[in-house]
C-alpha cells in the first residue's frame, strides 16, 4: 500500500495548523507553520478562496488520518468498525484511533512522534505483555502492559529517548515507569484524553453523506 513519504512539514501546512508529525521540531521556533502559515504550493497565499461544507468536512478528515498516519482504507474501516459500537461515532473512532501501539508508545513519550514509534514498532523493539509485537496498528486493551525490549535498550537511539522520557507527561489513560520504560493502559482514553485540534462531528457528518 502507497504511504506519503514527502515532507511532513508540507502536510501542516496544508491542513493550516501544526499535526506534530515531527516531534520535538514542532515545538520549536523550526516549526514550518509558525515561519509559513500558508498552504504549500503557488496558490498558498489565496485565502479568499471559499470553502463548502464538504470541504471542511473532508480538510477535518485528511488532517485526522494524518496525525495518526493511517491510510484512507484503514481510517474507513476504523470508522465502520466506530459506527458499529455503541456511543457517539465520533469519540468512537478517536478511542480506537488513540489505542493503536504506535500511538500508544507515542503517548508514552518512548517515540518522539507517531512516525518515529511506527518505524521502532515494525523493528521489533517493544513487547506486549512479554511477548514482541511489531504491528503498528495493534489495538492496545485495557491492563496490557508496553514495554521497551531489555536488549533494546541499550541502543542509542533508546539511550537517548531514556533522558527525555521522564520529562513527558502520559495522558491519564495510562500509567507509566519511566525507568523502567514501560506503560500499562488502565483505561479505555476519554474524548477529554484527546488534545488534539480535530471536530470529530465533521467526520461522521463526511461518511454520513
Known amino acids: ?18 499535526l506534530y508529525l515531527k516531534g520535538d521540531r514542532c515545538y520549536s521556533d523550526k516549526c514550518a507553520v509558525d515561519r509559513r502559515s500558508y498552504a504549500p504550493g503557488q496558490h498558498g497565499h489565496n485565502t479568499r478562496r471559499k470553502v463548502s461544507e464538504y470541504g471542511l468536512q473532508l480538510r477535518e478528515k485528511q488532517k485526522t488520518r494524518r496525525i ?16 458499529r459500537q455503541k456511543g457517539i461515532t465520533g469519540e468512537n473512532l478517536l478511542r480506537l484511533l488513540e489505542r493503536r501501539l504506535d500511538n500508544v508508545i507515542f503517548r508514552l513519550g518512548f517515540a518522539a512522534s507517531r512516525t518515529e514509534a511506527r518505524q521502532l514498532v515494525r523493528h521489533g523493539h517493544y513487547t506486549i505483555n512479554g511477548k514482541k509485537v511489531d504491528i503498528p496498528s495493534y489495538l492496545v486493551k485495557v491492563g496490557e502492559a508496553i514495554a521497551v525490549k531489555e536488549e533494546s535498550k541499550s541502543s542509542p537511539k533508546f539511550k537517548e529517548i531514556a533522558e527525555i522520557v521522564e520529562h513527558k507527561t502520559a495522558p491519564a489513560w495510562l500509567e507509566k515507569d519511566a525507568s523502567a520504560m514501560q506503560g500499562r493502559v488502565v483505561a479505555l482514553p476519554s474524548r477529554g484524553d484527546v488534545d488534539l485540534p480535530v471536530q470529530e462531528h465533521l467526520i461522521v457528518e463526511l461518511y454520513s453523506r
Open 1 to 18: 500500500m502507497a504511504r506519503y513519504t514527502g515532507p511532513v512539514c508540507r502536510l501542516c501546512r496544508r491542513e493550516g495548523t501544526k
Open 68 to 83: 495518526y498516519g493511517v491510510l484512507e482504507n484503514q481510517f474507513r474501516l476504523y470508522f465502520a468498525k466506530a459506527d
